[in-house]
Each structure stands twice: as structure tokens, then as C-alpha cells.
């Protein structure tokens, strides 16, 4: 018979375990919910047309603790007054306590078979056995298989603690990666875990490690060297060898004489045998130095059997589980927990886009909550995500100074940038700087730094022909932004070995407010003599690293556009461009004001931006030429007449003309409306020109707007609106519903 431990099981994860059990049971759906502290309810279904039956799932460790709270819970029931009352409980209940249940809630439980210990759901269990097959880790901590385990032979380690494995149990969330891991390991027989710092590798490794000694592996070997593995090889036993980080803890480290050897044949060894296991770990980008350094690992297809952690893996459902399950686990008190439930601030975590386990494990190991106030928590954990900083850091100090280096260049150059690009930013930045800095370009070593930083720092993916590279994680560029603002020397170093002229601006700012606001590098005016000679020379060198088409990513690099460049530029440094005053008016070719392949918005934007003074022509031309050659856009409109007025231009250009086009143009956007969704809106914006426009007679327009009003009506027939966005949405509710009632249970139990 069955003997779960149904502890091992966080509060929400045993409600959706017996909503399971008990549907098999009963054959009918059963509703969750998430407020349960309030109404008395964790599960609720109806029976008999008119009857309701409501479950309350209470994961408690003894009788005395269960006793008490049900007490509590007594006048609610009566409140509900259902007309059937369930139980399900993780402690094991003897006669006579349940007879005192009974008692307790006569006559809401009808029978004794409503009341469910821990016997009792393992007697269900057994009967529904595909309910088993959903619940891995009750399994894996039942008292027999982690018996199995503690009792198996174990070197070089310390034997396994109960404590230990349970807590890791517990903890642990499946995903994608465990099964791929198990799959890859029962083909090969051996498997190499990797994936950038705090994703989960060795957490990963121990759940493999446990799920094989409890399948009947009888001796457990954890490699400290490469030596270990001849030295403790027994064919005579079922062995499973872990070598974790094998390459190097956090950076590649030249190992013994016949590392690579001895590794590749113990490798040839474990495939061969029928009863051995080798489980490796290591970070991508290690593994990527070690295969630039030992020729016969970068040729032994190793790769075969690589398992790699991928954040994509961490579904928005898996990346709830795993916060929730640490903050189950690390007894926080109950006002910061209530303060953190909050305006439901577990999503924001949840959906950041630096989620990592490792922060996770940092906020808990750290104790914050105690050196805070309860209404500071939710912002604390989240300013741990902000900036992931300790999780990057470490790894990039060893880094060589070469890849280091290239890194921070591609920092600077934006999110996607061509690969032939970046190797050309590097290869310049070394010549540039080399007395400076002491680096000299090479083709191999090139090649080795972009095998380290691959699938760790940076992927690199193929578009049209050519290699776009972009950061393995957001967290990566907002680290390079905190490294070169610790680090003035350093971020001096990359301006004046720049290649492209977005790398003067894509990351830095001489304006500290809009700096910190933005999350860029901040440079003062000591740094303007830099600035000036690499802007001067890049500029003359026509030289670019953005790609044409921002949206998609398409791998064709743009043209050397003087209105986007001087927009970004002064936008981002409008001290300098005060200091060195018609510095950039004096390089600009002001004809791109007209040219309609320049996207509007930032001819529009830098005509405000542009000091008039060093412009040989006057800016009421430019915007005339604009008015009569192009179709503007409402939001176009507003922004021209926002400029026409701070630059006082009004009497040279709002004339008749003007305003007829303004009418054309509105009435031409409205013909193109399909629902009445952009009828709001276009009416709020003409509201934004009406008060920019006094003079204007807009009541030319109106018309036109009440016609397409009912056009749009009378086209509203059977329009499909449960489209595929629709069906996402509803997915999307639903999924976030769940996370809701899971993060519920930490405030009720």
C-alpha cells in the first residue's frame, strides 16, 4: 500500500491534489478558489441539480495543530450552511479523531468517507494511479524511496541527508528540462548540464541523482577530480558519477596533465557499460572556453548529450511555482507576506523579464524582511530583480580580459547587431585603444572569446543570410550599465575605441537625471573632449551599426541617417551639445528635414532640438515642404503643431493652406477606421489639436466622423472577435487565475 508523506507537498500544491482525487472520485468537476480565508472555501462543486458540496484541503503535520484550526473554521461552515462538507488533511487520523470531526461538523458531513487522512488519500491514490504519475515528487520523498536513497553508498561526499533531500524536493518545480535531462541520460548515460549563472543546474542534477538511486542505482560517486572516476570505478556495481561545474566554477580552469583525455575515455567508458551514470554540469560559457582551449572536447560530440537549461523553459506557471514554493518554505512572516500579496506584487516578479532562481534563493537566504519594514518588502524583492547585478558580476570577472572587453563593446552597440559588426567594433576598439588598454586583435582569439560568451552572455541567431547577436538575458545589458558606471576609466576607454556612432549614445547620457531614469551609463563634462574627437571621427567615417528594420530584425544594416542620429544623440547629451554649441548644426545636412525615407518623428523631433542659429535656412521652410509633399498621421499632426508653436513659427505657416491640408489629412485617416474603438480615439487626439489650434474650424471634420460611425455599425455583424488574441486572453486570465488561488494559500494556511 501507498504511504505518501503529503507534507512534502507546499499548501497549494495539496489543494490541487485532492481537487484531483477527489474529482476522480466523485466523476464531476470541482471549482477552485483562491480566497478561502474569507468564505470558508477551498473547493466547491455541486451534486443532485440543486445541492452544493464545499472541501476544505488542510495540510497540517499533527493532530493537535489540524484540531485547533478546524475549530476556527466551524462557524464559517455554518454560515454557508452547504449541504455537504468535505475534509482532506495531510495528518494521519485515527478512529476516534475522525469521529471527533464528525462531531465537529454534524450534520454538513454526511459520512465518514467525506473526512481524509493521510491513509486515505493514499488509498485513493492508488486507485487512480495517473494521478500518481502528475505528482513526481511525492514519489520521490515517499518514506521507502528516500530510505532507498539515504542508505545507498556514497564517496567522497558526505552521506545524504533526510533533511537535505527533502528540502530539495520540496522546492523543486518540474519543468521541460528534467525530463529532457532523464531522456538524454537513459540514451547516452551520460549528461552535461549547462546554462547561464543561477538557472538551475545543480538543483537539476541533484533531482536526476535522487531519481536514479531510488530506481535502483546502488552507489552514488561525487567527482571532485577528474581522477575520482578510474580510482571509485566498480563494474560491478550500478554507479552514478557527479561532476558538478567540471570545467571550472565560475570560470574555465586549466585542469590536470591528461584532463581532456582521461575525461573523454571515462566519457566512452559510461556509454558502454549497461549499469553506470555520468551526470556533469557547468555555466555555456565555460563549457565554450574549455572546447576553444582542448581540441579533442571540441571534437568528441559531447554536445550530443548537453542538456541546456533554457529560461524559455520556466513557463509564467512554472516561474509562480517556483517563487511560491520559497516563499512557503522560508517562514517569512505574515505581514510581509500580506504586504507582498498585495495588489498581487508576486506578478510582478513573475512576469520581470530578469527572472532568476538564484535571486530567488538570495532575497531568502539574506533574510531581508528582517531589516525592513513590512511595507518596504514588495519593493526590496523587486529591486533585487531590477538589478540582478551579484548573479552577472562574478562570472564576468572570470572572464579573460580579452572577452571582457568584447563584451563590453557589444554592450554599446544596441540589442540586435550583426555579428560581422561586432567583430569589426572589436577589431577597431583594440587598435584604437591598444597602448591604452594593451589588447591586439586576433582572428583565433576572436573566435575563442565568441565560443565563451555563446549561449551564456550572448546568442547569436540567423537572419536573411547573416548572424544577428543579441544578449542571452536582459538582465546582461542592465549589468553592462552598472559595470561602466562603477567604472568611468573604463566606459572613457570604450568611447574612444568606438567603431559606430550609436555606440556614443545607445548607452550613455551627460544628463544624470535622465540617466538614472533610463538605466544608462551617466558621463560628466570631463568625458565631453572624448566624445567630441570620436564623434568627429566616426562621423566622418560614416559609420553605423543599426539595422534597417527595428520591428523584426531584418539582418540589413541601415544607412548613415544624420536626422536619427543627431535626434538620439542630442537627446541623450544635451549638456554637450549646449558646452560645444552648434557643434552638431555645423556637421548636419539639414536637407534630410524633407526626406520622406527619414522616419518623421525624428525630423519632427530634432527640428525642436536643433539651435537655429547655425542653420543657414529658417525652420518654417522645412516644415512648409513637410505640409505640402506628405501625409501625416493624426498623432504626426499634433506633434508638427506642438513644434510650429514652441518654435514660433505660427504666422509663417498656419494660413489657409495649412489648415486645408490638416482637414484633408484627418478626413483621410477616418475613411480607414474599422471599429469604433479608433473612432474614441481619434476623437481625443483631434481634442489635443483643437486646444493647440484655437483658430482652427474644425467643425469641417465632424461629419466625417459621425458617417464612419455608422458605417462601422452597420459592418458590426457576425464578426468572429474569439480570434486566436482572444483565445490567448482567456488562456492568459485563466493561468493567472491559478497563480492567484496558488499565492492565496500562503496568506490563508
Not at 35 to 58: E, H, M, P, S, W
Not at 329 to 341: E, G, R, S
Request: include cysteine; charge should be negative; proline fraction near 2%.
Amino acid at each position: 500500500m501507498l504511504d505518501y508523506d503529503f507534507k512534502i507537498l507546499q499548501p497549494s500544491e495539496f489543494e490541487c491534489f485532492s481537487r484531483d482525487l477527489l474529482q476522480a472520485r466523485e466523476d464531476i468537476f470541482i471549482e477552485s478558489f483562491a480566497d478561502g480565508r474569507d468564505k470558508g472555501i477551498d473547493l466547491r462543486f455541486a451534486y443532485n441539480k440543486d445541492k452544493t458540496c464545499i472541501v476544505q484541503c488542510k495540510r497540517y503535520k499533527e493532530w493537535k495543530e489540524l484540531k485547533g484550526k478546524l475549530k476556527e473554521e466551524v462557524e464559517k461552515v455554518k454560515r454557508l450552511s452547504p449541504q455537504r462538507y468535505i475534509l482532506t488533511t495531510s495528518v494521519d487520523l485515527t478512529v476516534k479523531q475522525k469521529d471527533e470531526v464528525l462531531a465537529m461538523f454534524n450534520p454538513f458531513i454526511l459520512s465518514g468517507v467525506d473526512v481524509l487522512g493521510k491513509k486515505d488519500l493514499n488509498n485513493l491514490l492508488e486507485q487512480n494511479p495517473e494521478i500518481e504519475k502528475n505528482y513526481h515528487k511525492l514519489w520521490l520523498a515517499s518514506t521507502n524511496v528516500l530510505n532507498t536513497i539515504i542508505n545507498r553508498a556514497t564517496q567522497n561526499w558526505s552521506s545524504f541527508e533526510l533533511e537535505k533531500i527533502e528540502k530539495d524536493i520540496r522546492l523543486y518545480v518540474e519543468n521541460e528540462s528534467l525530463n529532457k535531462a532523464l531522456d538524454v541520460l537513459k540514451e547516452n548515460h551520460y549528461v552535461v548540464i549547462s546554462g547561464i549563472p543561477g538557472i538551475g543546474k545543480t538543483t537539476l542534477a541533484r533531482m536526476l541523482v535522487y531519481t536514479m538511486l531510488a530506481g535502483g542505482y546502488e552507489e552514488f560517486v561525487y567527482v571532485d577530480d577528474i581522477d575520482t572516476t578510474a580510482k571509485m570505478f566498480n563494474k560491478e556495481k550500478r554507479q552514478i558519477f557527479f561532476f558538478d561545474d567540471f570545467l571550472g566554477a565560475n570560470s574555465f580552469v586549466q585542469q590536470s596533465v591528461g584532463f581532456e583525455n582521461k575525461l573523454i575515455t571515462f566519457i566512452d567508458k559510461v556509454r558502454n557499460s549497461k549499469h553506470m551514470l555520468f551526470i556533469l554540469s557547468t555555466r555555456e560559457y565555460v563549457l565554450s572556453e574549455a572546447k576553444a582551449h582542448y581540441e579533442k572536447l571540441s571534437m568528441s560530440n559531447i554536445d550530443i548529450a548537453k542538456c541546456t537549461i533554457e529560461l524559455e523553459y520556466y513557463t509564467k506557471t512554472i516561474r509562480a511555482k517556483i517563487l511560491y514554493n520559497h516563499l512557503a518554505d522560508a517562514n517569512i512572516p505574515p505581514k510581509y507576506i500580506n504586504v507582498f500579496l498585495y495588489k498581487r506584487g508576486y506578478m510582478t516578479i513573475i512576469n520581470h523579464q530578469n527572472f532568476n532562481p538564484r535571486v530567488i534563493e538570495s532575497i531568502i537566504k539574506e533574510q531581508i524582511w528582517e531589516t525592513i519594514d513590512p511595507n518596504d518588502f514588495a519593493n526590496k524583492v523587486k529591486e533585487f530583480f531590477d538589478n540582478p547585478i551579484s548573479v552577472w558580476l562574478f562570472a564576468f570577472e572570470k572572464l579573460d580580459v580579452e572577452t571582457r572587453y568584447a563584451l563590453l563593446v557589444l554592450g554599446t552597440m544596441g540589442n540586435h547587431v550583426r555579428l560581422d559588426d561586432f567583430q569589426e567594433g572589436y577589431r577597431l576598439f583594440c587598435t584604437l585603444t591598444s597602448q591604452e588598454v594593451g589588447l591586439k586583435y586576433d582572428d583565433v582569439k576572436w573566435r575563442q572569446s565568441l565560443k565563451v560568451l555563446m549561449n551564456c552572455f550572448l546568442k547569436i541567431d540567423n537572419r536573411n543570410g547573416s548572424k544577428l547577436v543579441t544578449m542571452y538575458n536582459p538582465s546582461i545589458a542592465d549589468f553592462i550599465v552598472f559595470y561602466l558606471n562603477q567604472n568611468t576609466t573604463t566606459a572613457l576607454q570604450i568611447i574612444r575605441g568606438a567603431c559606430f556612432i550609436e555606440q556614443l549614445y545607445k548607452v550613455f547620457s551627460d544628463n544624470r537625471f535622465f540617466a538614472v531614469r533610463k538605466s544608462l551609463v551617466y558621463l560628466d563634462e570631463d568625458s565631453f573632449p572624448v566624445i567630441e574627437t570620436a564623434f568627429k571621427r566616426i562621423w566622418n567615417e560614416r559609420r553605423t551599426c543599426q539595422l534597417k528594420d527595428r520591428i523584426f530584425y531584418d539582418a540589413e544594416r541601415d544607412d548613415f541617417v544624420e536626422t536619427r542620429i543627431l535626434y538620439d544623440f542630442k537627446t541623450n547629451c544635451p549638456f554637450f551639445c549646449k558646452r560645444y554649441n552648434g557643434f552638431a548644426e555645423k556637421l548636419y545636412n539639414a536637407d534630410e528635414l524633407t526626406w520622406q525615407t527619414v522616419k518623421l518623428k525624428h525630423r519632427i523631433g530634432l527640428m525642436n532640438l536643433l539651435d537655429w542659429n547655425y542653420m543657414f535656412r529658417g525652420v518654417e521652410g522645412y516644415i512648409l515642404t513637410i505640409i505640402e509633399n506628405e501625409t501625416l498621421d493624426t498623432d504626426e499632426w499634433i506633434e508638427l503643431v506642438k513644434t510650429i508653436k514652441e518654435l514660433n513659427v505660427e504666422d509663417e505657416v498656419l494660413d489657409d493652406s495649412f489648415y486645408n491640408k490638416l482637414d484633408d489629412g484627418l478626413k483621410s485617416e477616418i475613411s480607414g477606421f474599422s471599429d469604433q474603438s479608433e473612432c474614441d480615439e481619434w476623437l481625443k487626439k483631434v481634442e489635443s489639436i483643437k486646444e493647440l489650434l484655437p483658430n482652427w474650424e474644425w467643425y469641417n471634420i465632424y461629419s466625417e466622423i459621425d458617417d464612419a460611425e455608422k458605417r462601422i455599425k452597420e459592418e458590426e455583424d457576425e464578426a468572429d472577435y474569439y480570434d486566436n488574441y482572444e483565445q490567448w486572453r482567456l488562456q492568459s486570465e485563466k493561468e493567472d487565475a491559478q497563480i492567484d488561488e496558488m499565492f492565496g494559500a500562503l496568506r490563508w494556511n
